[in-house]
């Protein structure tokens, strides 16, 4: 079954200790991009890949690394959390760029105390 | 970046047609328009994508006028089910760059 997965779905941590959201999609995609969404703000991305070694910031990517060491990972790190980086985030993936659909993981939910 | 404008919420009853405009006033050349689906805790889902004139699929038609500032979202005869966040996108691949935005999103109530 085509999927994007995400680990873990829920996460309650404090601030400061370092923590990553992994992201696997089995669907061979080129692009793969991270989101966070908080209520009223809709989906805002944060960072995005291209390719393998590729990556380029988003809207949002302050306080928050990525790594595409692999085509089918693209894991999320939080270096130093803080709780402003309390929300649900989504990896995504697709085969190719705006002309291609995005398949959404089913998220994951961070709270940073 | 084009970004996007929608209504926040919409009512409707089942069994009607329901229209969601999205507005995209600087939308570029090589962006194309999708809409995708959300349902509470869980991820968008793709419905529908075009860039010019009409598009149609199984679930939704998609209206964009020869100007391309707007598109037109158009679910024929919703159910319950149907009640959920739909969000306008608009997207391109740049050279060197995939940035997209979303909108806030229009969150569709239907009632029986």
């Known amino acids: 079954e085509a999927q994007v997965t995400q680990n873990p779905r829920y996460l309650i941590t404090v601030t400061g200790k370092k923590l990553t959201v992994t992201c696997s999609q089995n669907m061979n995609h080129e692009y793969m991009s991270w989101y966070r969404q908080d209520p009223g703000l809709g989906l805002r991305q944060i960072y995005y890949?291209?390719?393998?070694?590729?990556?380029d910031k988003g809207d949002v990517p302050e306080g928050y690394k990525v790594s595409r060491k692999e085509k089918r990972n693209f894991p999320l790190i939080l270096e130093s959390p803080s709780p402003n980086q309390t929300s649900l985030y989504f990896c995504a993936s697709s085969f190719g760029g705006s002309d291609q659909p995005q398949h959404f993981g089913d998220g994951t939910r961070l709270s940073i105390l | 970046l084009a970004k996007t404008t929608q209504p926040i919420s919409m009512d409707s009853y089942e069994g009607q047609e329901v229209n969601i405009t999205c507005s995209h006033n600087n939308i570029a050349t090589n962006d194309y328009i999708t809409w995708y689906q959300q349902f509470p805790s869980q991820g968008p889902r793709f419905i529908i994508q075009?860039?010019?004139t009409k598009v149609t699929n199984e679930v939704a038609s998609l209206f964009i006028p020869a100007d391309r500032k707007s598109s037109t979202l158009s679910l024929p005869r919703v159910s319950l089910s149907d009640t959920a966040v739909y969000y306008c996108l608009v997207g391109a691949l740049y050279t060197g760059g995939f940035k997209t935005i979303f909108g806030a999103g229009t969150r569709l109530f239907v009632k029986a």
């Open positions: 890949s291209m390719n393998v070694e590729v990556t």
């Open positions: 075009g860039y010019k």
